[in-house]
T-cell receptor, first 114, second 114 residues
Framework: AQTVTQSQPEMSVQEAETVTLSCTYD???????LFWYKQPPSRQMILVIR??????QNATENRFSVNFQKAAKSFSLKISDSQLGDTAMYFC???????????FGQGTRLTINP | DTGVSQNPRHKITKRGQNVTFRCDPI?????LYWYRQTLGQGPEFLTY????????KSRLLSDRFSAERPKGSFSTLEIQRTEQGDSAMYLC????????????FGSGTRLTVV
C-alpha cells in the first residue's frame, strides 16, 4: 500500500519569506500523480498544485512550485513571497495510475506571521 | 454550480443515535468520494462511487456505516449507533471520470458524539 509522510507537523515563517514543505512517499508504481492541498482554518480543502510522475519538469503555479525527485520519492512544496493568506494546513497526497483514490499525508500546519 | 455542498455543517448527537449526512457534488462530476478526518490528521478514505455504483469501501467503513448515491446524483452517509470514536470531520469530494486531475472538496460535516 502506498504511504505518504510529511515530517514537519508545524512550520512558521515571516510574511514575504520563502518556505519549503517536505513530503516523501512510498510506492512500487512507476506512473502516478502527486498533489498538494491547502486547508485554511474552518474552510474547505483546495488543490494547490499537481505533478504527473512521468513529467520531469517540476510543476509551478504562480508563487507555488514543487521539487519532484522521483528516485528519492520526494515531493516538496515551495511557497515564495509568502502571504498571510497562505496560513493553513497543507496536505501532500498520492494517487496511483490505476487507483481511484487519494492517499494523504498527516499534514503540515503552516503559519505566516506579519 | 457553486461546488460541492455538504449538509449539515455541524452535527452533535448522543452516543447510540443514528446520523445521516448529505453531499451534493458538482453536477458534471460522476465520481464522489467520502473521507474522514480527525483532528490534526490527514483525510482517510472511506468509500467512493462512480455514478450510482459504490466501487470501493475502506476497512474503516464498519457495518455501522452505509453510503448511498441514488441515481448518481447526491450521496448520503449514514452512521448507525454512533460511538464517541466516530467524532470527526466527514469530507465529501467529487471528480470527473479522470480523477488524476484532483478532487473538489466540500466544506465537510463535523460530527461530535457526546
Amino acid at each position: 500500500a502506498q504511504t505518504v509522510t510529511q515530517s514537519q507537523p508545524e512550520m512558521s515563517v515571516q510574511e514575504a519569506e520563502t518556505v519549503t514543505l517536505s513530503c516523501t512517499y512510498d510506492t512500487s508504481e512507476s506512473n502516478y500523480y502527486l498533489f498538494w492541498y491547502k486547508q485554511p482554518p474552518s474552510r474547505q480543502m483546495i488543490l494547490v498544485i499537481r505533478q504527473e510522475a512521468y513529467k520531469q519538469q517540476n510543476a509551478t503555479e504562480n508563487r507555488f512550485s514543487v521539487n519532484f525527485q522521483k528516485a528519492a520519492k520526494s515531493f516538496s512544496l515551495k511557497i515564495s513571497d509568502s502571504q498571510l493568506g497562505d496560513t493553513a494546513m497543507y496536505f501532500c497526497a498520492f494517487m496511483g495510475q490505476g487507483a481511484q483514490k487519494l492517499v494523504f499525508g498527516q499534514g503540515t500546519r503552516l503559519t505566516i506571521n506579519p | 454550480d457553486t461546488g460541492v455542498s455538504q449538509n449539515p455543517r455541524h452535527k452533535i448527537t448522543k452516543r447510540g443515535q443514528n446520523v445521516t449526512f448529505r453531499c451534493d457534488p458538482i453536477s458534471e462530476h460522476n465520481r464522489l468520494y467520502w473521507y474522514r478526518q480527525t483532528l490534526g490528521q490527514g483525510p482517510e478514505f472511506l468509500t467512493y462511487f462512480q455514478n450510482e455504483a459504490q466501487l470501493e469501501k475502506s476497512r474503516l467503513l464498519s457495518d455501522r456505516f452505509s453510503a448511498e448515491r441514488p441515481k448518481g446524483s447526491f450521496s448520503t452517509l449514514e452512521i448507525q449507533r454512533t460511538e464517541q470514536g466516530d467524532s470527526a470531520m466527514y469530507l465529501c469530494a467529487s471528480s470527473t471520470r479522470d480523477p488524476n486531475y484532483g478532487y473538489t472538496f466540500g466544506s465537510g460535516t463535523r460530527l461530535t458524539v457526546v
